[in-house]
């Protein structure tokens, strides 16, 4: 991900000119402290969710939400915090992100204590507002800080601090789940956000000491209107998704919030359409290889995200592993990524992006197979080669679609393209979990009255209801006999399978999708591919 917000934010004169003060590499380390809150938190809270479910007595679609409402802040958000930035300043919409960021997440730590002050107001409907937040403060961070660092570096330096920038962010999301684990089990779940307190301080003393102040010189205006109606359809449709199998998918609510999802994301087309300065330029998706780069990118990311959000359930609840013990099960699929980004990154520059992401795309495919196959007592071996898989899967897409995107926008909207890219991602990630999360759901609630048995029969309907979701986190509920817990355990399993087997289809269509986009160019100057 880092490597892709890289090349879709190319360096700018504008940029340039403002400097910053002091030793550059200074400089990237203070702005690469403040995206490492935001790449811990991103690995962190699949170890801690089972924890926060037992200790908060929160439903699937309230974990959902925890996962989802983070996402859908920060994809509705990126764009708009570009265009902050250029109107105020990079370095002072940096430190607001990274205070607010800290701030978010010592009150999510806080969620219970905060709760019982409020009247109405649940510990986790607390944390999960405090999720939106904390995704929109990131949202301020991760675009200030690639503009920071491209005026920071001189043109022949930027290439190496992007280098450096890459690994950085690489090793945290590989300590992601080796810090959550330890954290998780030795001190408490709280503190996995805890510990962006210190974190944000020594970025925030850094940032002022160390970065000066620089601004695009433009006339741009944030079309407020457009992200209120992009904001609303977003959420309305992520609702509806993980509601809809507690309401019915033809119950009136359902059908009231998919109405609105239409509605809204119509007005936001029409709007997008007669604004003078639109959130998201409609002119760029006439170009056919933009608009399928970024559903290719939404659907990557909707096979990724949807399917992993149930792995820490499965080695915490199904297979018994301790948080540090799970961590350690994911870290190949974390470790892998840091060797395979710049390898993908060597393939695209030889083969070409199309090659690269098909070929990438296939391996996933085999990858989330492979995981649709994993038994209740699966070895660290049998669930490593998936992931290692997966790392070497899915980076070359990651590269490879940000090069489609950008490279085929108008120069002048290639900030926004990159915005673009960033955003399918998320929303993506928020539809794959809540989407997937239905399917399984739905799988759980078919599978477990066979694998009771005759059992099934004398269990009334409010405790089978209790059962199910109970199975939806692979825990049975405490006391009961074996025979119900290896049933909760076996329907766990079969829709965990289900969901990757969703994943493997939408990463081999993926893989065809990629054969009907055009390379754009990327060199500085040279106006882009447009066909």
Not at 272 to 279: D, F, R, S, Y
Not at 505 to 519: D, E, G, H, Q, R
Request: glycine share 12%; charged share 10%; proline share 5%.
């Amino acid at each position: 991900m880092a490597h892709a917000e890289a090349v879709g934010a190319p360096s700018s004169p504008e940029a340039a000119k403002g400097g910053t003060s002091g030793n550059p590499w200074l400089v990237l380390l203070a702005v690469s402290l403040g995206v490492i809150m935001v790449m811990l938190d991103g690995t962190v809270v699949g170890i801690a969710n089972p924890v926060i479910q037992a200790d908060l007595k929160a439903s699937l679609s309230d974990l959902q939400w925890v996962t989802s409402g983070y996402l859908l802040a920060l994809a509705v958000f990126l764009i708009t915090a570009g265009k902050l930035g250029d109107l105020f300043g990079h370095k002072r919409v940096f430190l607001i992100g990274v205070a607010g960021f800290a701030v978010s997440s010592v009150g999510i730590g806080l969620s219970a204590e905060l709760a019982d002050v409020i009247p109405g107001v649940t510990p986790i409907g607390m944390l999960i507002g405090l999720r939106v937040l904390q995704g929109l403060f990131g949202a301020l961070l991760q675009p200030a800080a690639l503009a920071l660092l491209r005026s920071a570096f001189p043109g022949e330096k930027l290439h190496q601090a992007m280098g450096a920038w890459g690994a950085i962010i690489g090793l945290s999301s590989a300590a992601g789940p080796i810090v959550g684990g330890v954290l998780v089990e030795k001190v408490n779940w709280e503190s996995v956000f805890f510990i962006n307190a210190p974190v944000g301080i020594i970025a925030l003393v850094m940032g002022v000491a160390l970065i000066k102040e620089n601004r695009t010189p433009s006339m741009a205006r944030i079309d407020w209107l457009g992200v209120v109606l992009l904001s609303g359809a977003m959420f309305s449709l992520v609702w509806t998704i993980i509601k809809a199998p507690e309401w019915g998918w033809t119950d009136s609510t359902t059908l009231t919030f998919t109405g609105a999802f239409v509605v809204l994301l119509l007005a936001f087309v029409l709007w997008q359409a007669a604004a003078k300065q639109p959130l998201v330029p409609l002119s760029l998706f006439r170009n056919a290889s933009i608009s399928i780069g970024t559903l290719l990118m939404m659907m990557v990311a909707f096979a990724m995200f949807g399917a992993m959000f149930f792995l820490g359930f499965f080695f915490q609840g199904v297979h018994g592993l301790s948080p540090l013990e799970a961590g350690l099960y994911m870290l190949p699929m974390s470790a892998g990524m840091i060797i395979a980004s710049p390898l993908s990154g060597m393939a695209i520059g030889r083969i070409g992006p199309k090659l690269s992401m098909a070929g990438g795309l296939l391996i996933t495919a085999l990858a989330m197979f492979l995981m649709s196959r994993l038994s209740i007592d699966a070895s660290f071996v049998e669930t490593a080669i998936p992931f290692v898989l997966l790392a070497f899967g899915m980076s070359p897409v990651f590269v490879g679609a940000t090069e489609i995107i950008v490279g085929n926008a108008p120069v002048d909207l290639s900030g926004v393209a990159g915005g673009v890219q960033q955003s399918a991602m998320q929303v993506g990630g928020a539809l794959g979990t809540a989407i997937l999360g239905a399917v399984m759901a739905s799988e759980i609630s078919d599978t477990l009255p066979g694998n009771l048995g005759p059992a099934a029969q004398a269990i009334p309907p409010e405790q089978m209801t209790l059962l199910e979701k109970a199975a939806a986190f692979g825990a049975a509920p405490p006391g009961v006999p074996q025979q119900i817990t290896d049933a909760v355990h076996s329907s766990f399993m079969s829709g965990m399978h289900v969901a990757f087997l969703v994943s493997t289809c939408i990463a081999v269509i993926t893989a065809l999708l990629t054969f009907f986009v055009k390379v754009g160019r990327k060199t500085e100057g040279v106006p882009v591919h447009m066909g």
